[in-house]
């Protein structure tokens, strides 16, 4: 069965901290993502990574980083956590080539910034 | 950027009965999907239909699409309180990158 881990599923944190949120995935996808999800905003694109060491700002980036050393591993990084990214967090991923292919998600970490 | 709307935002009925989604787009596309998300859950991937597909079924699912429109519609028949969920259309940009909407929330009741 395909599986993509989120290691964390609820965190509270305080502001000015360092967060890292990681994911990883065993279906040796070449894609993976970062989404937030705010209610009424539907899913919202961080990053994304299409091979190891890649990354590609995806539509809201700002105030978050992304590290993937290893192909299963993607790593979602708030460097100075604000209010305002307190957020659901989900991490994804796909095989590469052709478009459609299927996209798998993790199960979302709460992240809640206080 | 958001790509899709779906609508309505909310739906309810009551086991039995069929449950209509529609989304809308703003750009061409080459293909789109749906996926569900139980409350407070990962998405997981309902069905896929290619920009040169019409109808597609799944089950109790059925997907249309029409590229002249830019929308998409997903039936769900003979809805069960299980299916109670949020929706939500996805369609696909490079390297996969889905733009989603902003979700249907269905509830079955008993």
């Known amino acids: 069965d395909v599986k993509v881990t989120q290691s964390s599923r609820y965190l509270v944190k305080r502001t000015g901290e360092k967060v890292f949120l990681e994911c990883v995935q065993d279906?040796?996808?070449?894609?993976m993502f970062w989404y937030r999800q705010d209610p009424g905003l539907g899913l919202r694109l961080i990053y994304f990574?299409?091979?190891?060491?890649?990354?590609e700002k995806g539509d809201i980036p700002e105030g978050y980083s992304v590290s993937r050393e290893k192909k299963e591993r993607f790593s979602l990084i708030l460097e100075s956590a604000s209010t305002n990214q307190t957020s659901m967090y989900l991490c994804?991923?796909?095989?590469?080539?052709?478009?459609?292919?299927?996209?798998?998600f993790g199960e979302g970490s709460w992240l809640t910034v206080v | 950027s958001q790509q899709g709307e779906e609508d309505p935002q909310a739906l309810s009925i009551q086991e039995g009965e069929n449950a209509t989604m529609n989304c809308s787009y703003k750009t061409s596309i080459n293909n789109l999907q749906w996926y569900r998300q139980n409350s407070g859950r990962g998405l997981v991937h309902l069905i896929l239909?290619?920009?040169?597909?019409r109808e597609k079924h799944s089950g109790r699912l059925r997907v249309t699409l029409d590229t002249s429109k830019k929308s998409s519609s997903l039936l769900i028949t003979a809805s069960r309180a299980a299916d109670t969920a949020s929706y939500f259309c996805?369609?696909?940009?490079?390297?996969?990158?889905?733009?989603f909407g902003t979700g249907t929330r269905l509830l079955v009741s008993p």
């Open positions: 996805a369609t696909d940009g490079s390297f996969q990158k889905l733009v």
């Open positions: 994804a991923s796909s095989s590469g080539g052709s478009s459609g292919n299927t996209i798998y």
């Open positions: 239909i290619r920009s040169n597909e």
């Open positions: 990574s299409y091979d190891v060491k890649m990354k």
């Open positions: 279906m040796d996808h070449e894609n």
